[in-house]
């Protein structure tokens, strides 16, 4: 390995910055905790609107992108072909994009809905509202998180296969800010942190999940020890798939993970309600689609609701701080497609996936508590870990599921912190598209250190603090790219 790649001001002062708040937290966790309660408040109260605004423009633009005359462009030579069949391409996407995040929230965001509602005047826990938790839960995983990634990986694989360039985000926006190195090095390096953050952030939700799981199961307390427990054991597992490489590692793991999925849906969509499954899906897709410009810039200054911020405002920022991270990863797996696949397949077919899942999982839950007084709403309430468990609950051979799905909970986060930390060390390596181990190795160590470190400072509050504040400086270098990425298209279409 080449020492001089760890001299990369980026990695040094994106590395330092997440060391230091691993100490801090680890040693003042009460205190990490308060800072970071104010900084969510601060950008809740004042930039709400900004991130709203923000990924509605990024959707407008990649709608007449795909639609365009610029659709047809490849992403790479005019003769590559796709590198991955669409199955595993889609395997890897869904993967890295979320897969855990869903798994988390698939069955705990509709009843929580459910249970508190999204509007005031909506009666809790009754049909009404059962019908607005799954539209809600359809908007806020649907096209406008996936868009997000979308922009940024398909300005990254323009660059990286087409333009013989490297990866990084501040090569990226040369067109509008020029080449200066160093806001060239500060913008790498608010990429980089605002990744670990991002991912850190989705460690969290599996681990407190996996947690739940085990509880469930074998009666295993919900304690800080077994979830620093879980976060080792996946540490260990991720140092051995990162050895093997991202053709052989990656590939194998996100297709296991795909197909462990589509077998869990299937069990669930069979043996649960699925005539219900089946409506409430196509009502809720159809609720999406009558109500999403609405929801996409729905704000509440005259009642002063924070409804808003702590769900679609966090799951945007969530997305941004993630974007970095898996829409360098997307690029990386998706030569060879043209512009309009490309953005088909992440903003459509990732997104239709993750409602179908809202739709069998959440659906199950939602005709149980109507139907059949089970009152997983409530278990929710109290444990948002234990939401998935719950509905296993209530159908057969429920241990047998509830371990596969712990397994699979496991085996995403292994996928995520796998191609985290390939991109970290590509970021991190002036865009390598073949970072040393070692470095990946220390980004591995240090996402699961903040992971922990944040679990210990308040759990899902300061997970969704992390995410959300770290967003906030990358969503105006998403703009800056997005013009970018116009300007080089134009001059290239120009050039013919």
């Known amino acids: 390995m080449n020492k001089h790649k760890f001299l990369n001001p980026v990695f040094f002062v994106s590395s330092i910055f997440i060391l230091i708040l691993v100490v801090i937290g680890a040693i003042s966790p009460g205190r990490f905790e308060a800072v970071a309660n104010k900084l969510f408040n601060f950008t809740t109260i004042n930039f709400a609107w900004f991130y709203l605004l923000a990924v509605f423009v ?66 809790a826990q009754s ?47 040369e067109p509008v800010v020029g080449k200066n190195r160093f806001t060239a090095n500060t913008v790498n390096s608010l990429a980089v942190i605002a990744t670990v953050m991002g991912v850190a952030t989705s460690l969290g939700f599996g681990i407190m999940q996996m947690n739940g799981g085990l509880n469930s199961v074998f009666g295993l307390s919900n304690s800080i020890w077994v979830q620093i427990g879980i976060a080792v054991a996946m540490l260990l ?6 050895a093997t490489g991202l053709k052989k590692g990656m590939k194998w793991l996100s297709t296991l993970n795909l197909t462990l999925c589509l077998a869990l849906l299937l069990f669930v969509f069979i043996m649960g309600p699925t005539v219900f499954i089946l409506e409430s899906f196509v009502l809720g897709i159809g609720d999406y689609i009558t109500n999403f410009v609405q929801y996409s810039l729905r704000m509440t200054p005259y009642t002063g609701e ?21 829409g360098a990863f997307v690029a990386r797996v ?53 939401a998935l468990f719950e509905t296993f609950g209530t159908l057969p ?7 596969l799905a712990i397994f699979l909970i496991f085996t995403f986060l292994v996928t995520s912190a796998d191609s985290a930390t390939y991109i970290l060390g590509s970021m991190t390596s002036k865009g390598s598209l073949n970072p040393a181990l070692v470095t990946k190795i220390v980004w591995g160590l240090l996402i699961t250190a903040i992971a922990i470190v944040l679990l210990l400072a308040g759990g899902l509050e300061a997970l969704q603090t992390a995410a959300l504040t770290s967003a906030l400086p990358f969503t105006i270098i998403i703009i800056i790219l997005m013009i970018s990425f116009l300007k080089i298209i134009k001059k290239d279409r120009s050039s013919k």
């Open 58 to 123: 990024f959707i407008l633009f990649l709608i007449w992108l795909a639609f365009g005359k610029y659709g047809k462009l490849k992403l790479g030579p005019a003769d590559s072909k796709p590198e991955y069949s669409f199955f595993a391409w889609v395997g890897m996407l869904f993967s890295t994009g979320f897969g855990s995040s869903l798994v988390f929230w698939g069955v705990a965001e509709p009843m929580t809905h459910f249970f508190s509602t999204p509007f005031p005047g909506l009666e």
């Open 127 to 173: 049909e009404e509202a059962a019908r607005v938790a799954m539209g809600y839960s359809f908007f806020n995983w649907g096209i406008s998180q996936w868009a997000v990634f979308a922009l940024v990986g398909l300005v990254i694989a323009y660059l990286q296969f087409r333009k013989d360039k490297n990866g990084l985000i501040s090569t990226a926006i």
């Open 237 to 242: 597992v991720y140092l051995i798939s990162s």
């Open 306 to 326: 924070s409804w808003v911020t702590e769900w679609t405002v966090f799951y945007w920022a969530w997305a941004i701080s993630w974007s970095p991270f898996v």
């Open 334 to 386: 998706s030569r060879g497609r043209t512009i309009r696949q490309f953005i088909f397949g992440v903003t459509a077919v990732s997104p239709i996936i993750a409602c179908l899942w809202i739709a069998v999982f959440g659906g199950t839950a939602l005709f149980s508590d109507l139907n059949n007084g089970t009152m997983i709403a409530e278990a929710v309430d109290e444990d948002l870990a234990v």
């Open 397 to 403: 051979l429920s241990t047998i599921m509830s371990l």
